[in-house]
């Protein structure tokens, strides 16, 4: 399995490589997961290794990211987690050293999550 380190690798290579107009300080960053994305990955049992799988995975969907979203550049990163064959829907945002994960969402399944 990919180490936290080796994923923010593996995310600054890419995302540089995807926009390339936008490109990242290849230092460490520091996952921040925002009071939202907290809640959707308790409703959806997703946990924070399945976010870093998919991550690691590097399919990004480019109909769902922004590279020009203000404050940050938004990924959203798409996969299925070994786990539990979730089809994921991870969306991220980068802002100098950190990585935030604004929501995660699955594909296949419909939450009544009451997150706000």
């Known amino acids: 399995m990919f180490n936290i380190k080796q994923i923010l690798l593996i995310f600054v290579v890419i995302f540089s490589y995807a926009f390339k107009d936008k490109v990242l300080e290849k230092e460490s960053f520091e996952i921040v997961l925002t009071k939202?994305?907290?809640?959707?990955?308790?409703?959806?049992?997703?946990?924070?290794?399945?976010?870093?799988?998919?991550?690691?995975?590097?399919?990004?969907?480019?109909?769902?990211?922004?590279?020009?979203?203000?404050?940050?550049?938004?990924?959203?990163?798409?996969?299925?987690?070994?786990?539990?064959?979730?089809?994921?829907?991870?969306?991220?945002?980068?802002?100098?050293?950190?990585?935030?994960?604004i929501t995660v969402i699955d594909l296949k399944k419909k939450y009544q999550c009451n997150c706000k």
């Open 36 to 101: 939202h994305a907290k809640c959707r990955m308790g409703c959806r049992k997703i946990d924070l290794d399945e976010i870093k799988e998919i991550i690691s995975l590097n399919k990004i969907n480019y109909k769902k990211s922004n590279k020009d979203s203000k404050p940050c550049p938004t990924i959203s990163y798409e996969g299925f987690s070994k786990r539990d064959k979730q089809n994921i829907r991870i969306v991220t945002a980068s802002c100098k050293k950190i990585l935030k994960i």
